[in-house]
């Protein structure tokens, strides 16, 4: 019928210099998890009878170069057992918690040449194993 069941705003507000949300979310079951640079992560419970949504968590900060959680710009993280695996806006390959957004490890040796802020990694699974092809022109074969 078109009827709208719900709705939910992410980011809440527009940031300067905008609001930028590049990556794909990521479904897991029945949660919706997104993440963008300037204002955290979002995760959502879906709920089918009747249609609902619930807000699990949002981790905003107020400076998007918090060390404690994913913060994404380019790269479309990867779920796997329960922790999410991305490029935060920083540069940094990182794995939090998909229930708390709580970080388990960080580590930038993925940019080891150059980290930077807003470094890209493309993410491919490959019969259990993880193809990454970072922006400095790097393939890096890993299982997660």
């Known amino acids: 019928t078109g009827e709208r069941y719900w709705n939910v705003v992410f980011p809440e507000e527009k940031v300067q210099p905008a609001a930028t949300t590049i990556v794909t979310p990521r479904i897991v079951g029945n949660r919706f998890f997104v993440t963008e640079y300037y204002k955290g992560s979002l995760l959502l419970e879906i709920g ?62 993925v940019f080891a040449k150059n980290p930077a802020m807003f470094g890209t990694l493309f993410i491919v699974e490959n019969a259990g194993r993880y193809l990454m092809f970072s922006d400095e022109g790097e393939l890096i074969l890993a299982g997660l």
């Not at 790269?75 to 935060?88: H, I, Q």
């Open 48 to 109: 089918s009878n009747p249609p609902s949504v619930k807000e699990v968590y949002r981790t905003y900060r107020a400076d998007p170069r918090n060390e404690n959680s994913l913060n994404a710009l380019m790269t479309t993280p990867v779920v796997k057992e329960g922790l999410v695996y991305g490029v935060d806006g920083d540069g940094e390959f990182r794995c939090v918690t998909l229930d708390q957004n709580e970080l388990v490890w960080r580590d930038k040796q």
